[in-house]
C-alpha cells in the first residue's frame, strides 16, 4: 500500500486516498487503513436481497428515503469510516458526488467468517455513535437469523433475534418480511468444504 495507508488519516484523507485506489475496498477504523476481504457469492446475494426489500419497503411507504447497497459509507467519527453492506439513508437526497451517507438510519451487515467478530461488536458500538441511525441489521447465513439492534429514543439499544416474520423498522415507518432476506441456499453459505483424504 502507499505512505497513506501507513500513517493515520482523518475521514476527508482516508476518502481521497480510497478514491484514488484502482482495485480493493476500504474502511478506516480508528485512522488505520482495512483492507476488506473478498465476498463469497452467498453474501453478494444476501445483501443484495436485503437492499432489494429495503427499497421495496420504502416504495410501499412513499417515504423520503433511498436504499443503498454497499459503497456509501457510514461516518461514525472523525478517524473512523465503514461501508455496510447495504443502508437507508432518510431526508435530502445524497449528492450524486458524495461518499457518504449523511443521514443513515438503517444500516445492515451481513457476517461472513472473516467480519463477523468486528461486525458484533466494534461496529455494532461505533455505527449507534452515528446519531440518525435507529437499527442495525446483522444477517448471519450460517444461522439464518437477523439480529435487530434498535435504538428509540435515550433508551438503550435492544436486540430481537428474529426467525421467521416481519422486521419493523420504525423510524422511519418500514417493514421487510425476513424471508425476503434469505433463500434455500443460505443455510449451507459458511459450511467449510470436506477435507481431502489419502485413498
Request: charged share 20%; glycine share 4%.
Amino acid at each position: 500500500m502507499s505512505d497513506a495507508a501507513a500513517k493515520r488519516l482523518s475521514a476527508p484523507q482516508f476518502l481521497a486516498w480510497a478514491q484514488a485506489q484502482e482495485t480493493g475496498r476500504y474502511e478506516l477504523l480508528r485512522g488505520e487503513i482495512v483492507a476488506m476481504a473478498p465476498e463469497q457469492a452467498g453474501h453478494n446475494r444476501a445483501k443484495f436481497r436485503t437492499c432489494r426489500a429495503l427499497a421495496d419497503a420504502i416504495a410501499r411507504a412513499s417515504l423520503s428515503c433511498e436504499a443503498f447497497v454497499d459503497g456509501l459509507a457510514v461516518a461514525i467519527d472523525e478517524f473512523t469510516v465503514y461501508e455496510p453492506d447495504a443502508l437507508v439513508n432518510c431526508g435530502e437526497p445524497v449528492a450524486n458526488d458524495s461518499l457518504i451517507a449523511p443521514s443513515p438510519v438503517v444500516v445492515v451487515e451481513v457476517l461472513s467468517p472473516s467480519t463477523r467478530s468486528i461486525d458484533k461488536s466494534v461496529k455494532l458500538a461505533d455505527y449507534f455513535r452515528a446519531p440518525s441511525v435507529a437499527h442495525y441489521l446483522v444477517v448471519d447465513l450460517g444461522r439464518r437469523i437477523v439480529l435487530h439492534y434498535r435504538r428509540k429514543g435515550d433508551s438503550p439499544i435492544t436486540v430481537a433475534i428474529v426467525q421467521d416474520g416481519t422486521i419493523t423498522l420504525d423510524p422511519p415507518g418500514l417493514t421487510i418480511e425476513f424471508d425476503e432476506i434469505f433463500s434455500s441456499q443460505d443455510a449451507s453459505a459458511f459450511v467449510a468444504p470436506p477435507r481431502a483424504t489419502n485413498a
